[in-house]
């Protein structure tokens, strides 16, 4: 297919120029359709696997993971090369071999690595391979758009493509098979127990009233527990816990899998919160039960001194069948068949949204959860499906205290008794061009534990270090609660933030799900 960007023969496969000039392309594009047929372009001539690293590739995703290529490598990089002859498939066997240097030498071994990816990389292609070592090709929101372009390349229904993605949980995989196979490979992504696949998430509401109205037909009222999300799979006697970004906990937490086996119903998916309460029945603060769940070794002391329990809001499976299609009712009629009161969420039901009694008695569930020290509540529609790897519209969120999910995007070096630790953060909302813009600073809200737990992940993400300021991999994302917005010609977006204080760490969230910087300049009430 003709194209204006360069492009390559079948023969010897897609070039990274080709990427380059496309993703820059894309970037400029406003309109969504436009956006969608150039890649759907770029599909067309793409092989299984070359699809499936223009997927990741493009949304800022390296296959290998992090591969330890920071600013120190590739500040000084060669002369570029004449012409453009990196393919795509050439460029992964590069990162491949990077990835895998390990121990003594490696450091040099990998330098060295590098400026032959670069000495064989056009000027182009050079600047897209360093934005892409150094985490700063981040179009999320992409992926979105990458799936309908896919979907009309193989022609496969936009609807199957996306089920097969939540189904899965990896869209360059069902990228390679859409382009192997054509859309029968579609029917192979079954709904399993023991494969986990993304949760459902919420949107946010300002009041439960609103939440009710938005909705607009019969729904429960939920209360919003402050802990870990776990999707519990049980096919026999085996238990795997997987967290919302489908890692794999299970042996951190042996009190989940003892309840499951306690659970009938297998095989089942049950989804739900990880909490913790204290002798008081009081919810133990997040930051405990991560920690918790974070700890890898002696997990026997670790249960002495900190135990939890699951408390499960919906169920995916049960008896061996999908139930995700039911709608929210019958799920919930399922999940009180299943499970004792005690490892239920707590909810009340709103059956006529227009009954000014039944809404007061919602905002008075909301009033009682918070006196309780949960979070707020979910308002959830009773007749919906379970919108897996989505942010349904059918779940809106309820909370008090207004926070965003921001992007560390660097970080200072503390004075007096925070000094050898990483303090002032800088913090970056999510910008249209899959860059981020910063929002303003803080070093409020950290605890000790904190500060030393982000000393070490910012050590990891980062790209340079001139004795004050540690600039790092915008990938941390941070929940922040401020009180409000304010103008300031010294950031960028023209405002920042008001007291701005850290809530809490969010190593389960990617960067492309920090908040969009629109969400502050409109200065809607935030989730
Ligand atoms: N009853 C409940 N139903 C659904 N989710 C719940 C419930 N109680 C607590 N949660 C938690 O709230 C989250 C839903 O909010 P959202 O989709 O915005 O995710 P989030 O960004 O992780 O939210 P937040 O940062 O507010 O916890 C879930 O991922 C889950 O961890």
Known sequence: MASGTPSSGPGEGLTLARLAAVSREVAAASARSRKTELLARMFDQARPEEAALVVSYLS????????????????????????????????????????????PGSRTARRARVHELLAAATDGEQRFLTRLLLGEVRQGALDAVALEALARAAGAPADAVRRAVMLDGSLPRVARALLAE?????????????????PMLAHTAASVTEAVRTLGAPCAVEEKLDGIRVQVHRTGDTVRVHTRSLDDITERLPEVTEAALRTPGAPFILDGEVVAVDR??????FQEIAARVGSRTDIASARAALPVAPVFFDVLAADGAPTVDLPARERH?????????ELRVGRTVVTDPGDGAQLAAAEAFLARALARGQEGVLVKA?????????????????????????????????HGRRTGLLSNLHLGARAGDGGFVMLGKTFKGLTDEMLAWQTRRLGELAVADDGFTVRVRPELVVEIAYDGVQRSPRYPAGVTLRFARVVRHRPDKRAAEADPVERVLRREAPG
């Open 333 to 341: 009629a399922v999940l009180a068949r299943l499970l004792p009161p």
């Open 382 to 414: 009773l007749d919906a499906p379970y919108a897996a790897g989505r942010r349904g519209r059918s779940w809106l969120k309820v909370k008090p205290v207004h926070t965003l999910d921001l992007v560390v995007l660097a970080a200072e070096w503390g």
């Open 182 to 198: 054509g859309p029968a490979a579609l029917g192979r992504f079954r709904f399993t127990v023991g494969t986990p696949v993304l």
């Open 60 to 103: 800022g995703r390296l296959p290998q993971g992090r591969i330890g290529v920071g600013w120190s490598t590739l500040r000084d990089p060669p002369p570029p090369a004449p012409a453009p002859r990196l393919t795509l498939a050439a460029t992964d066997a590069a990162l491949d071999t990077i990835a895998a240097l390990k121990g």
């Open 280 to 285: 008081d029945g009081r919810p133990v603060p």
